[in-house]
């Protein structure tokens, strides 16, 4: 059983940074941070798993960076340069073994799952 909170949404302008965090109970091999926005599907941002592997959907990359302070059981989501677009409903999400590379962007690849943290970005 994995047990999963984020925390650091919030209200930001355009340009703006936010950090957000989950704190993470159980183990996982791979960890994932993923967002909806209202009407659209749940998106894959980036996984992190077993031996600091990261991969990114490719519109994120140079912006958004994920990470882990594995003493504080913590998984970090750094957002940089943000945009309206980026306003969403952000999840962190977790599995306990290792999912093959080209699976990880896929929600249905996580058994576990946060309730998520909201980030609005206005213009």
């Known amino acids: 059983q994995v047990h999963l909170v984020e925390s650091g949404g919030g209200s930001v302008q355009s340009g703006g940074s936010l950090r957000l965090s989950c704190e993470v109970s159980?183990?996982?091999?791979?960890m994932g941070w993923f967002r909806q926005a209202p009407g659209k599907e749940r998106e894959g941002i980036a996984s992190?798993?077993?031996?600091?592997?990261?991969e990114y959907a490719n519109i994120f990359v140079g912006r958004f960076t994920i990470s882990r302070d594995s003493a504080k059981n913590t998984l970090y989501l750094q957002m940089l340069r943000l945009k309206p677009e980026d306003t969403a409903m952000y999840y962190c999400?977790?599995?306990?073994?290792?999912?093959?590379?080209?699976?990880?962007?896929?929600?249905?690849?996580?058994?576990?799952w946060g309730k998520g943290t909201q980030v609005t970005v206005s213009s």
């Open positions: 159980g183990y996982a091999d791979c």
């Open positions: 992190l798993c077993r031996g600091d592997e990261m």
């Open positions: 999400a977790a599995q306990p073994a290792l999912i093959r590379t080209w699976l990880r962007p896929r929600r249905d690849s996580y058994t576990y």
